[in-house]
């Protein structure tokens, strides 16, 4: 029953939306609002389940080369996990520094370790890039971002 890759990532996908469905249930409501802020996330959430039933059920046509297509090489799993860990540190650092900051060091140390070697040139674009998404976000569409330490 579980041979087929569709069956198998529409049950991990299955539970991914049970799990969001059981948060977005939990979002408060508003009284004095029409459309209240649970509506799209439970609306996504419902989407997810029925796109992993039809996945379910839809009949799997692989050949041997897309097989041969899915297999990552170890390398590449190494840089994967590698950005998943500098993902994970921008996360956690991103109110105590502030965006601007680890912003700026996320992209710097992700091109460098994605390999790209000027230094200088991945400087200046990871503090012109970051300042000016934090101007976007704060002056024109007035969205407040975490300053951190830096006095913004």
């Given at each position: 029953?579980?041979?087929?890759?569709?069956?198998r990532?529409?049950?991990?996908?299955?539970?991914?939306?049970?799990?969001?469905?059981?948060?977005?249930?939990?979002?408060?409501?508003?009284?004095?609002?029409?459309?209240?802020?649970d509506?799209?996330?439970?609306?996504?959430?419902?989407?997810?389940?029925?796109?992993?039933?039809?996945?379910?059920?839809?009949?799997?046509?692989?050949?041997?080369?897309?097989?041969?297509?899915?297999?990552?090489?170890?390398?590449?799993?190494?840089?994967?996990?590698?950005?998943?860990?500098?993902i994970?540190?921008?996360?956690?650092?991103?109110?105590?520094l502030?965006?601007?900051?680890?912003?700026?060091?996320?992209?710097?140390?992700?091109?460098?370790?994605l390999?790209?070697?000027?230094?200088i040139?991945?400087g200046?674009?990871?503090?012109?890039?970051?300042?000016?998404?934090y101007?976007?976000?704060?002056?024109?569409?007035?969205?407040?971002?975490?300053?951190?330490?830096?006095?913004?």
């Open positions: 029953m579980l041979k087929s890759i569709n069956s990532v529409s049950l991990v996908l299955l539970v991914i939306a049970i799990v969001y469905l059981i948060f977005s249930y939990q979002l408060p409501s508003y009284a004095y609002t029409e459309v209240d802020a509506v799209i996330p439970k609306a996504l959430g419902w989407l997810l389940v029925f796109l992993a039933i039809l996945l379910f059920f839809s009949k799997d046509n692989e050949t041997e080369a897309q097989r041969q297509k899915r297999n990552i090489p170890k390398k590449e799993i190494g840089i994967l996990l590698g950005v998943g860990a500098l994970f540190i921008y996360i956690f650092l991103l109110e105590i502030g965006f601007i900051l680890v912003s700026a060091l996320f992209i710097f140390f992700c091109s460098l370790f390999g790209y070697r000027s230094h040139v991945n200046i674009v990871s503090i012109a890039f970051s300042a000016f998404i101007f976007v976000f704060t002056s024109l569409l007035q969205i407040s971002l975490p300053s951190g330490i830096l006095p913004l």
